[in-house]
């Protein structure tokens, strides 16, 4: 529905940006946590490939209004 839609992507946004923040924060640790930029990186790219999904039902309900 339009009102989930919403807070979806509201939440997406939140969540990514947090995301590139904690990617840059953990970067400047140094090299010995890789792993944990892998993980990060990982989720950034999962929520912003749902966040797009969303973002594309949500123009297609728009646009039959």
Request: charged share 15%.
């Amino acid at each position: 529905s339009e009102k989930e839609s919403s807070k979806f992507l509201i939440a997406a946004i939140a969540l990514l940006t947090g995301g590139i923040a904690s990617i840059s924060a953990v970067s400047m640790l140094g090299v010995s946590v890789d792993y944990v930029s892998a993980i990060i990186g990982n989720f950034v790219a999962f929520v912003s490939a749902a966040a797009l999904v969303v973002a594309i039902k949500a123009v297609f309900e728009t646009s039959k209004k």
